[in-house]
């Protein structure tokens, strides 16, 4: 497109190029205001835009418009291209099938933003560039979208028979497979949705062959030598509009879709969350002003679609959700028909309970910040679930804060649940940090016993998923060894009162924990619970009678003098440092010697120097094994100790019936040129890929996603091997492990022996740890090999730990 | 009544200073008595210590704790000024070092101010007993005529242009907590909600460069209405209130943001802006001229009928005249100080502060100013002129700390180094073994550091007399040595 010139510019003495000018004038490849704009030097020359990129701008390689991209274009045509690209297309490269731009294959299987162009004016959308699409037409169809949309967004059913989920799939089928067919959607602000749009001309109704076939279309016929240009326009029904009007339909976007190329829409969603009409017609759909019914718009839409839940694409609240549920093809078509799908259970059957008839959110940490709190959630929960969001107050809440928490999140104005469907039903509680996933919100499971559930990690910032965690699904009395003051793991309770002990967990995710990407403090990492403020660091405090003299034993590997000494040090710092028998294992003649020597002098008669035995594993653990005592702690002097309560914790842990090992969670510090970072290795081993198709090759390794391990007790399938208590009897079983060199094997190998006789090994970041050397490599091989491990027992391990994956954009 | 005001050295003219007291210095002053705001380091040496009153601000450091040491041997009052509550947060690891001051400081204080109820509440936990005043932040007079006639301005051209010109303001970060444009960003969508036909919304973010990381600029983008951003000064604040059409103030229900002060409420309200402040109820004194809902103020604005105009200006001067009038701060303090009984003596003695991690050179500095003998860990900065730094075979001494030494040890053999001035003394000599070198930096500080401070303050009590107190000054996290207090005269917390 172009426009008049400017007052200071001068079309000069061009008149040769008249035609040139001419063809540039009526393209849409060339736009002046842009190109004005993106390149100073045109409004500086005082040349109309066009006489610039005719006589310089093409020659230096300048873009002429959003839509074209003269580097592209040149690597594809070649020489030919070298003068005036633009033109060169213009005359006779379209025409040749060369494109204008890098399209890129919008179908495979892994999108982000990188690999789409530029936006440099997003609020101006392309404009057509040639006539093109005649409209489609199905008026069953449409009514179809309509009903579901308006069930959806909470409008009462004005009746006609049961709704179809096939058909709403077909209805669809022309917005993501037609010729006009949307490739991508994501949130470029909280309540903006861009909308990529592919479009190619079309001389013919452009209909899918299947929808041919079967008949459902009906080509509307048009003059053949004109063709309007379909508007797409996007509904959203806005909840709550006040008194007069408890919901009204709201026109949130509208774009033409015309011509070839690249076309994108900004919807202005008025909630980010709510169901999207989007609608074809011929014409602007007379729609300016709110109403309250869907019928004129209806009868003038040509085609109609369904967004039912938006916030599953990309940047959306629900995003991480639909990448998790998914290892490929995180293509928009694929998020729209895990809309429908959960459209089709939260619409169909009414007669079965859902499993959240509740959710309560505990407050203990809460600060009204957090997304469960935002107005636009709540109406959409109310509207579309006919769910109200409640606290849970504890004792440690301020009385004012509560109130006001409890306040912010009741649903103002005239918003009712839309259905009655919460009478016999499961409670959903969360931590303040998560909102529901909408498999937990359609989920129509019964819920008979109390359940923790899996849960998702997303950024807060923008939504975009970190990690699934998958909670152990045995779990008895892991609740009582939860740290202090932990955000409570989101779980799902049967109607009642809450009291019913937990068993198992969810075959499906409850929430999305958004975190805050901010940098932990090393203080807070070191120490999530002050130094000065001493006490029990887990729910259950430490039990002073429980342990006798010689009944905790440390078998401590000394390979270093100093290391040594700097291990005893923090041993006999310990909050149970004067009940501790030390067993020295040393590696080296003259390791306990020196410094080290000094320090064991303070341990008296409880320290014994160990040689390791030649004949076993040369390691600790066979020392452990002999060790005595009831329980035994293996470390080496790669470890240290900051916190006073590690022993203690740790005792608590391995004290717990069922309960063989326990470990902590280990840092390990390093500096980056002048930074000091902190790297976390769990001081147990999760899986953390596992593939489930195939042969059982799991992955053991480290957690690398630090905010995805959440401040909890958790089981996981081997403790250690830098740090671990063991209880004794649990121990034992070490003597039915096939001995093996690597170290690293035999504990694997001992904690699936531990699984399988019923003891769990646990991991708790309630106390930390420090490394003085960096992890060893992330994922270790399975050591164990497959024929330890057989398929058929890979569910049962999988249901006794907690898996931490890795979900990316 | 001569009050003085204690601040750390950048902070005299800093704008909360000038909000504070500076404002409230001519009142007090009309009253008879005076105020001064002084530096730390003018005073910590000063052997004079003339006024009768003194007010610690904003150094939450030992330097406050020996400067609060002298002036109650000096038979002074002593108090601090709590804005912000970083010790209730006993579980919080991050302000164990606050919380230790907090400890060190207290028996030696006679009265504290607050600037909000809230906070006054804490105290009476935190310190119970202890005579407090809630000092309100004094604000600038008004013109009641211009800010009348803004009023309707605003809200005239808002009319008039169906845009509302929203204006967030303030300090927009802080290293602890996600307050500021963090609140801003989160609280977005009563923005977007004001955004609907015919209105638009066009936001104004005056904040401090520092704010300003990409994270909050990329969250600022997706609120999702035309936003500008400028850096704040006080003129541009002021320009911007007096043609702003609402003054946005979210504040989240963190326990830290539910005891800030009224002070942006009352700036806004003063320059005659209307203000929306949604999240937990801050400014509920002032909630007849506020607003805690959008719907509500567009609808006051479509009716001419807002809440702050002309006819409800005297009532806005009502109730900021019991949030801050300056004259009636002045009397209110003024009453509180002559009701404070005299403060009791305390002994004067010797004293030593022990350095461990993160302390600047000027603390270390100040503390040898005001007459402490300082001590070097082996986790304390270095290259500094302690008096007393322990290594591991010996232990290097200043001239003042030789003099300091138990008489016994008068004639222990020294090395002495004549060109500083130093002597140097062996460990063997005190009976005590050769300490281990232990690394000052990386995860040996976090994990020996109790050890550390237990040797030294072994070797400190073989050197020194029974009657020295100990002060233990560390900022930096993490921290293992948890309280320490005066009243025992011992280091506390190391095993």
């Known amino acids: 497109m172009s426009t008049a010139p400017g007052p200071a510019e001068s079309s000069g003495d061009y008149d040769g190029f008249a035609a040139e000018r001419q063809l540039l004038a009526t393209s849409s490849y060339f736009d002046a205001d842009w190109y004005r704009e993106r390149h100073p030097e045109v409004a500086a020359s005082g040349l109309a835009p066009e006489v610039h990129y005719l006589t310089i701008g093409a020659a230096k390689g300048l873009r002429p418009s959003l839509h074209f991209d003269p580097k592209y274009y040149r690597l594809c045509a070649g020489e030919m291209a070298s003068a005036n690209p633009l033109l060169h297309y213009l005359t006779s490269g379209r025409a040749a099938g060369l494109k204008p731009r890098a399209l890129f294959n919008v179908s495979a299987d892994r999108l982000s933003p990188e690999e789409f162009p530029i936006i440099d004016r997003p609020t101006d959308p392309a404009a057509p560039i040639a006539p093109a699409l005649p409209p489609l037409r199905n008026a069953a169809d449409v009514e179809t979208v309509g009903r579901y949309f308006s069930r959806l967004s909470g409008v009462p059913d004005s009746g006609g028979g049961p709704l179809s989920a096939q058909v709403l799939a077909q209805a669809s089928q022309w917005l993501t497979a037609g010729s006009c067919r949307l490739v991508d959607g994501w949130y470029v602000a909280e309540a903006t949705l861009r909308l990529r749009f592919d479009l190619e001309p079309a001389a013919t109704p452009s209909v899918a062959a299947s929808t041919i076939a079967a008949g459902t279309f009906e080509a509307v016929p048009e003059a053949p030598t004109q063709h309007t240009v379909p508007i797409l326009s996007a509904y959203q029904f806005k909840p709550d509009a006040g008194p007069a009007m408890p919901r009204c339909l709201v026109r949130v976007g509208r774009v033409e879709l015309g011509g070839a190329g690249v076309c994108f829409a900004d919807l202005a969603l008025t909630n980010p969350l709510m169901p999207i009409l989007l609608v074809l017609a011929e014409e602007p759909i007379d729609a300016d002003e709110p109403a309250d019914t869907l019928a004129p718009v209806l009868d003038q839409a040509g085609a109609a679609s369904l967004i039912a839940f938006p916030s599953l694409l990309r940047k959306g609240l629900h995003y991480a959700e639909f990448a998790a549920s998914t290892e490929s093809g995180r293509n928009i078509a694929n998020a729209l028909a895990l809309g429908r799908n959960h459209l089709a259970i939260c619409l169909a059957d009414e007669e079965k309970p859902f499993a959240v008839g509740r959710v309560v959110v505990d407050l203990s940490t809460a600060t009204g910040a957090e997304a469960i709190f935002s107005p636009p959630l709540l109406r959409w929960l109310a509207a579309v679930f006919g769910l109200a969001v409640e606290a849970r107050i504890g004792d440690e809440v301020d009385d004012a804060v509560a109130e006001h928490l409890a306040a912010a999140l009741s649903v103002s104005g005239t918003l009712e649940p839309a259905r009655g469907r919460r009478d016999a039903a499961g409670v959903l509680m969360l931590p303040p940090q998560a909102i529901p996933t909408l498999a937990a919100l359609v989920s129509r499971h019964p819920v008979e016993d109390a359940r923790l559930g899996h849960y998702l990690v997303a950024d807060r910032r923008s939504a975009m998923p970190r990690a699934a965690v998958s909670v152990a699904a045995n779990i008895t009395a892991l609740e009582e060894l939860q740290p202090i003051g932990a955000a409570p793991l989101p779980r799902l309770w049967p109607a009642g009162d809450g009291a019913a002990p937990l068993r198992g967990t969810t075959s499906f995710p409850l929430a999305i924990a958004l975190r805050d990407p901010a940098e932990p403090d090393s203080a807070t990492m070191l120490a999530p619970y002050a130094p000065d403020a001493m006490g029990s660091t887990l729910r259950t405090g430490f039990d002073p009678d429980a342990i006798e003299p010689g009944d905790l034993v440390v078998v401590a590997v000394a390979t270093d003098q100093d290391r040594t000494a700097d291990l005893l040090e923090t041993l006999a710092a310990q909050s149970l440092g004067d009940l501790v028998t030390v067993k020295l294992v040393a590696t080296n003649p003259g390791v306990t010697d020196g410094p080290a020597a000094q320090i064991a002098k303070r341990f008296g008669t409880r320290l014994e120097i160990v040689t390791p035995n030649p004949l076993l594993a040369p390691h600790g653990l066979a020392a452990v094994a002999t060790a005595g005592g009831r329980y035994i702690l293996s470390v080496h002097d790669g470890i240290l100790l900051h916190d006073q309560r590690t022993l203690e914790t740790l005792l608590t842990l391995a004290a717990a019936p069922g309960v063989g090992a326990a470990s902590c969670v280990i840092l390990h510090e390093h500096t980056v040129k002048k930074r000091r970072q902190i790297a976390f290795a769990s001081g147990g081993w999760f899986t953390t890929a596992v593939a489930l198709t195939t042969a059982p090759q799991l992955v053991f390794g480290r957690p690398n996603t630090l905010d995805a391990v959440v401040n909890a007790t958790y089981p996981v399938v081997a403790a250690g091997p830098d740090l671990v208590l063991y209880k004794a009897e649990a121990l034992a079983l070490i003597d039915e492990i096939t001995p093996n060199p690597v170290e690293a094997a035999v504990v694997l190998q001992l904690g699936l022996k531990m699984i399988e006789a019923g003891y769990r090994q646990l991991v708790t970041t309630a106390v930390r740890a420090i490394a003085l050397d960096e992890p060893a490599g992330h994922n270790i091989s399975d050591p164990a090999s497959p024929e330890a491990l057989p398929l058929s027992r890979l569910a049962e391990l999988l249901d006794h730990v907690t898996t931490i994956r890795e979900v990316t954009g | ?495």
Request: with cysteine; proline share 5%; hydrophobic share 45%.
């Open chain 2, 1 to 495: 009544m001569r009050l003085a005001i204690v601040l750390p050295k950048v902070d005299v003219a800093s704008a909360g200073t000038r909000i504070r007291y500076a404002r409230l210095q001519a009142a007090f002053e009309d009253l008879g008595h005076t105020l001064t705001l002084n530096t730390l380091d003018d005073l910590i040496a000063d052997p004079a210590l003339t006024d009768d009153a003194y007010l610690i601000s904003k150094i939450r450091d030992v330097r406050s704790v020996v400067l609060a040491h002298r002036l109650r041997a000096a038979g002074k009052h002593v108090g601090i000024d709590i804005f912000d509550d970083y010790y209730s947060h006993v579980d919080d690891s991050r302000f164990v070092h606050v919380r230790t001051w907090f400890d060190q400081i207290a028996p030696l204080l006679t009265f504290a101010l607050t600037s909000t109820a809230r906070m006054e509440m804490r105290l009476e936990r935190l310190l119970p007993g202890l005579p407090r005043h809630r000092l309100n932040d004094p604000f600038t007079p008004w013109d009641h005529d211009s800010v009348a006639k803004r009023c309707a301005a605003a809200a005239q051209e808002a009319r008039h242009s169906r845009t509302l010109r929203v204006l967030w303001f303030g300090i927009g970060n802080n290293p602890h907590f996600s307050v500021g444009l963090s609140d801003l960003c989160n609280y977005g969508h009563v923005l977007r909600e004001l955004e609907r036909a015919p209105w638009r919304v066009e936001l104004t973010v005056l904040t401090n460069r520092r704010a300003l990381t990409a994270d909050i600029l990329t969250r600022l983008a997706r609120i999702g209405v035309a936003t500008r951003i400028e850096i704040w000064s006080e003129a541009r604040e002021a320009e911007l209130l007096g043609a702003t059409t609402l003054a946005f103030l979210p504040v989240n229900a963190q326990r830290f943001s539910t005891t800030k002060s009224l002070n942006r409420a009352v700036t806004a309200l003063t320059a005659g802006a209307q203000v929306l402040s949604v999240g937990f109820p801050l400014y509920a004194d002032l909630d007849p001229f506020l607003y805690r809902d959008g719907d509500a103020f567009l609808a006051d604005l479509e009716a001419d009928r807002l809440r702050l105009r002309e006819a409800t200006l005297p009532g806005r001067d009502a109730a900021l005249a019991e949030c801050g009038k300056a004259s009636t701060e002045a009397a209110a303090l003024a009453t509180f100080f002559a009701a404070l009984p005299e403060p009791a003596p305390l002994a004067d003695g010797p004293f030593a502060v022990v350095f461990g991690r993160g302390v600047k050179p000027d603390v270390v500095a100040a503390v040898a100013r005001g007459g402490g003998l300082t001590v070097a860990t082996s986790l304390a900065p270095g290259k500094l002129a302690y008096d007393v730094r322990v290594r591991d075979k010996d232990v290097v001494l200043s001239a003042a700390a030789a003099a300091a030494l138990r008489p016994i040890l008068s004639d222990a053999p020294r090395l002495l180094d004549d060109n500083s001035g130093r002597s140097t003394l062996a460990l063997t000599a005190l009976g005590l073994p050769v300490l281990r070198r232990i690394p000052a930096t990386g995860p040996h500080a976090f994990a020996l550091y109790r050890a550390e401070v237990t040797r030294v303050r072994a070797v400190l009590a073989e050197l020194f007399e029974p009657s020295t107190t100990f002060i233990l000054s560390e900022q930096k996290s993490p921290f293992w040595a948890g309280k320490t207090g005066l009243d025992d005269l011992h280091l506390k917390g190391a095993a």
